[in-house]
């Protein structure tokens, strides 16, 4: 069974671009979540997607938004892109009771310049 | 909402030591406990996990123990081994919650 996929892996913007990042989960799966990796600030939790609704939020500001589709898939939406917004932006798919084992996949590295 | 607490940041063993993490979180509604091990340059995988109803949890040389009334669950792995070094995050989650993870602990064992 496929893993769950990110597109791209690689990416860089210039600040005040926006960018989308893409998340394909695990066959079966409804959960999508979002997290920013950055050194020293371990995972910080962006949003979570559940049968095409947000189920839970995190402390971000608007810029940052997302969606799910019909097919579990999910995309992240970055906007007016700051620096600090550089990161490794992972997602993780899981079924849908809620406490079950999230799988990762392997990120997209934004760099913002 | 939630809070988790990790240490150490790092830590640095002997191979064929024990190696020990310690995590307290603060919603008492928290029941799911679960640890993640990320090599370096790869995803968050999943190596035990734990939920309220169980103090303990061991799998091989991992092992998991949770104090509910303390709020704080602790991670043990012992007979390290290089293959162990990597950053270890803990994590916990109630119900539909959102999943709160711990600052990570970077482990390096020394051959």
């Known amino acids: 069974k496929a893993g769950v996929t990110q597109t791209p892996r690689y990416l860089i913007k210039t600040r005040g671009q926006q960018v989308t990042l893409s998340c394909s989960p695990i066959s079966g799966h409804r959960s999508v979540s979002w997290y920013q990796q950055t050194p020293g600030q371990g995972l910080q939790f962006l949003f979570e997607?559940?049968?095409?609704?947000?189920?839970n939020k995190g402390n971000f500001p608007g810029r940052f938004s997302g969606r799910q589709f019909s097919n579990s898939r999910s995309e992240m939406n970055v906007s007016t892109l700051e620096l600090g917004d550089s990161a490794l932006y992972l997602c993780?798919?899981?079924?849908?009771?809620?406490?079950?084992?999230?799988?990762f996949g392997q990120g997209t590295r934004l760099t913002v310049v | 909402g939630e809070n988790v607490e990790q240490h150490p940041s790092t830590l640095s063993v002997q191979e064929g030591d024990s190696a020990v993490i310690k995590c307290t979180y603060s919603?008492?509604?928290?029941?799911?406990f679960p640890w993640y091990k990320q090599e370096l340059g790869k995803r968050p995988q999943l190596i035990i996990d734990i939920r309220s109803n169980v103090g303990e949890k061991k799998d091989q040389r991992i092992a998991v123990t949770l104090n509910k009334t303390a709020k704080h669950f602790s991670l043990h792995i012992t007979e390290t081994q290089p293959e162990d070094s990597a950053v270890y995050f803990c994590?916990?989650?109630?119900?539909?919650?959102?999943?709160?993870f711990g600052t990570g602990t970077k482990l390096q064992v020394i051959p």
């Open positions: 994590a916990a989650r109630g119900g539909y919650q959102k999943v709160t």
């Open positions: 919603d008492s509604a928290s029941n799911y």
């Open positions: 993780a798919s899981s079924t849908d009771t809620g406490n079950t084992e999230a799988f």
């Open positions: 997607y559940f049968s095409e609704t947000q189920r």
